[in-house]
């Protein structure tokens, strides 16, 4: 369901190429980009600054670095930027002049997408809130309240980023820049119709995004190295990873409908800012040959030579040089060609790499590269005491639920949209004087609320009565249920409760959020239904929660010290508070705090919002691998998932920098009730590690700081399964290579081998076989 409308989210294509007079000179012809004007690869990778903290950063973009990127790139996003009309926000994550010049220092260029609409599975495709509340306005079209407020916020930008010399022009990082401000009609599909553009690739997904109720989407290695390296072969010579780190969507700024807290991706650098094995390290191997041949690539002659059933050369030919790629797009044929009067094998689904047109270094289905599988270990603080002690309060809701007291009134049911998206909360109330004659009245008499956008809890007379969700995000729901009423007045209090506004799609702006109605009370005599319609009625509304503030940030805790109670700690208590305090975990890996047991709300450590969490929301029961994924054919985000009947998300990311040395603050707000006792803090690092190394090639495994405790597996020759469950095929190499690997490894921090018949003696395999290495350890 989720996937049918996607397609469009990836077209978001528009560059400017800036020409120069002085800085560096970039500028492009028919074949690639120029710098200084070299034709060059380039090699990108998208890292959203506002989804990590300023001290990720510099890691992450050395990390992208190391794994062979030439740039990264970035979107602005308007609505985190300009939170209210003309009132700005640059601090902290939002310090996107420090991104980009974090970039800088680490030597690498940066491609900058201004947007103002970003399709990245964030709230309300970037847009403020509030500038659909502006009279006269329509988005994304030639409508001039749109381009006024476009054009002041993305030349704010140009001239921040201008006034700091960040562009190439200028001596800066920014090589490439989306057109600061476009004619006005969808900006996102808007293609500049240069001459001798070269064939350059904005986003090529490395995973894909999760829903609440959704399963972990993975894409296989093998497959994002085929499709990269298969775009080279064809002649491409700019292309960007989305994402090449995903990251986190704190606070309230995932998308819609239903995009959760994690935004992982399965990208090359996981969530927390780790390399995600053997993704990185693969596609690092990739850049690392392809740049090796950037002269050929762009400079060469090109031949091909089609061999038939999808596999062809491709032939780049320069008078010094020449290299070559092999391409097998057969989804199960392995091929075997000759070529140059040598005989070579490319598996089905794969590219190899020929620098010198004659010794294969790189094909994408042989991944010579280690698989890490991540552990969660239980904080190590030390004196921590193993459960958290808790405190709590109530959200006061006497107000609203049994009062119907709120801030404005009006005699139609608004679209929630019109609180600016200050909250995720939105109180929507009305009264109901009944007659004992009233024609409606029967010992029958339900509440019918048709609500869009997303979670609602109804109240009569204080009394709570029920809620309802839309699964997915995407439907509208109707709820029903019977209701006692009394003779005068009824006081009927709707808590209406977003879970990130809808962000693409046709006029996805303009797309119902909250309660649209109609909201009836229906009474039956018989069969007949009676029914009372008090979408005309007048409403009374309230933004918000009582604890927080005008952008749903918490209040200074002083205005409820005295609420907060230890004693008979509720459990599974809607709109429950939870206090409690912590030590930081250890040592420098990532910290998640578990959830497990909470229903839904937000949480915050010191202040810092973590997120949306919803753990209670489990993910579809079917549809997961049961086994190895096949990466060979086109690639579908429901191809290889996992996760089902799970959580859809438990973990939370804790960045280390949310917490300080001394004692640290948890705050959940619970709006579904659940159970806090379960809750606590875990660390993440590589426990089981796999290594792997085709003939010829060095096996190394690392267990990132950690020693190699344990070689659980080690075989030369033909190895099945996957990391954690291999198994020795028909033939292995005569010496015990068990005890080669396990002299070599065990008691060290990393190790590497040559896959190789001089080490592990002579195999059994039959001649053209293709042997490799496979090691299992514990870190
Ligand atoms: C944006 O609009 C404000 C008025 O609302 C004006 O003062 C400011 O100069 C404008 N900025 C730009 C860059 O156009
Ligand atoms: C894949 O290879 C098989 C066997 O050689 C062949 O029958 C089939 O047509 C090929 N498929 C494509 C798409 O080339
Ligand atoms: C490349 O092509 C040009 C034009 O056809 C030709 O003159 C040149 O000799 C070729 N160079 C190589 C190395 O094949
Ligand atoms: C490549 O070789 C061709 C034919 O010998 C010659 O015409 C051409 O100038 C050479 N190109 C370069 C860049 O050396
Ligand atoms: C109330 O009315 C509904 C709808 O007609 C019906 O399904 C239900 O059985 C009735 N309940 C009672 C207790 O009469
Ligand atoms: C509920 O509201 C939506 C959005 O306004 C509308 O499309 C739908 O028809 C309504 N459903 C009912 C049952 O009235
Ligand atoms: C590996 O290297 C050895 C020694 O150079 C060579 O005989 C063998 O054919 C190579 N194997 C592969 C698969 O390249
Ligand atoms: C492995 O086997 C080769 C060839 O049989 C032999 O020369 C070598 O010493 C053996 N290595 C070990 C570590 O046993
Ligand atoms: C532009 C381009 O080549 N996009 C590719 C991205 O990856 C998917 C999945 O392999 C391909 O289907 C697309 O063609």
Redesign the pocket.
Known sequence: MKMGTTTLLFLCISLMIFTTTSGVDVSHDGRALTINGERKIILSGSIHYPRSTPEMWSDLIKKSKEGGLDAIETYIFWNAHEPMRRQYDFSGNLDFIRFIKTIQDEGLYAVLRIGPYVCAEWNYGGFPVWLKNLPGIEFRTANDVFMNEMQNFTSLIVDMVKQENLFASQGGPIILAQLNTCNGYYCDQFEPSYPDTPKMWTENWTGWFKNWGGRDPLRMTEDVAFSVARFFQFGGTFQNYYMYHGGTNFGRTAGGPYITTSYDYDAPLNEFGSLNQPKYGHLKQLHDVLHSIQKTLTYGNVSSIDFGNSVSATIFATNDTESCMFGNANTTTDATINFQGMNYNVPAWSVSILPDCKNEVYNTAKVNTQTWKMVKETNEAENEPTALKWSWREEVIAETAVHGKGEVSTSQLLDQKVANDASDYMWYMTSLNLNKDDAVWSDNMTLRV?G?GHVMHAYVNGEYLGSQWATYGIF?Y?FEKKVKLNPGKNQISLLSSTVGLQNYGPKFDTI?TGL???IEIIGRNGDESIIKDLSKHTWTYKVGLDGLDVQDKLFDDNKFASQWRSEDLPINKMFTWYKTTFKVPLGEDPVVVDLLGLGKGLAWVNGNSLGRYWPSYLATEEGCMTGPCDYRGSYYADKCNSNCGQPTQRWYHVPRSFMNSDVNELILFEEFGGNPTLVNFQTMRPGTICGNAYENNTMEISCDGKTISEIKFASFGDVHGICGSFEKGTCEAKNDTLSIIQNACVGKESCSMLASESVFGSTNCDAGFSKRLVVEAIC
Request: no cysteine.
């Open positions: 048709n869009t509208n109707v119902s649209p109605g109609p």
